[in-house]
């Protein structure tokens, strides 16, 4: 979508791994470089888009911009973590991106805010995070409950993954929900109810020297059926891929 590429060239990367930041918290630390990314969301007659942006990374004591959300560190206890999240949810759509949407209102990108929740262990990597709309645009919330097991290597890091999602049914109906004023012959009312999202996938970063990183994300998405049953939909989940280089100042 069009609308999305100016916010995701303003912070691409999700990554946890920070070269300079281990030897001091308190310092400022910042990476720029380039990613290429593809994804698709399942729209008819959009398909799989790939995009060329910037990559931006920031991290500066308890505050971390990872890609298109940020957080806050509120208290580290052993192997559990909770943080303050936000994000910018790029979902979504505009009217002109397909003839199949015209007469469509846009379907615009949120940010979301909440509270996220981890435990390391021995057997792998637990996550539960809580957002909600604090933008009044779909005015929904999520719940997602995430498990990886990460895998350290010489020069970084691979973390398979997999997580399930709640989104409430004002997040579904306002992306993939048809009002009585877009219905067409070939576009029926739709009033879609909450649904689950499932994502497997693996997430790496390698480090090269103290300057440069790789990141390379892998995934795909399970779109529930209250998703899938949509008039806008005709994929039943969509792959999701990040590759790119940060340059860590």
């Known amino acids: 979508m ?18 300079k930041a281990q030897s001091n918290e ?12 593809s994804e698709s969301e399942g729209y008819k007659g959009i398909g799989v888009e790939t995009m060329v942006v910037p990559a931006l990374s920031i991290q500066y004591g308890n505050f971390s911009l990872l890609g298109p959300q940020m957080s806050y560190k509120l208290g580290h206890w052993g192997d ?25 209102e846009d379907r615009d990108p949120s940010f979301d805010i909440g509270i996220d929740l981890e435990y390391d262990s021995s057997w792998g990597d637990f996550g539960l995070s809580h957002t909600a709309d604090v933008s009044s645009t779909h005015e929904g919330y999520e719940t997602s409950v995430s498990y990886s097991l990460p895998y350290r290597v010489s020069k970084g890091r691979i973390a398979p993954f997999i997580s399930v999602s709640h989104l409430s049914e004002d997040l579904v109906n306002y992306y993939y929900g048809v009002k009585q004023s877009e219905v067409t012959t070939n576009r029926a009312y739709y009033q879609a109810e909450s649904s689950l999202v499932w994502e497997i996938g693996t997430r790496s ?15 795909y998405r ?4 209250e998703i899938k049953d949509s008039p806008l939909i005709d ?4 792959i999701n891929l990040i590759i790119g280089y940060v340059y860590v100042f």
């Open 235 to 238: 994929k039943s989940g969509g």
């Open 2 to 19: 069009k609308y999305s590429r100016l916010i995701i060239s303003l912070a691409i990367f999700s990554t946890t791994c920070n070269v």
């Open 80 to 104: 559990f973590e909770a943080s303050i999240l936000g994000k910018f949810r790029l979902d979504g759509y505009e009217a002109d991106d397909d003839e199949f949407f015209n007469g469509m």
């Open 26 to 37: 308190s310092e400022f630390n910042w990476g720029l470089g380039v990613a290429v990314l």
């Open 205 to 219: 970063d390698w480090l090269f020297g103290t300057n440069h990183m790789i990141k390379a994300d892998l995934s």
């Open 222 to 225: 399970f779109l529930g059926s």
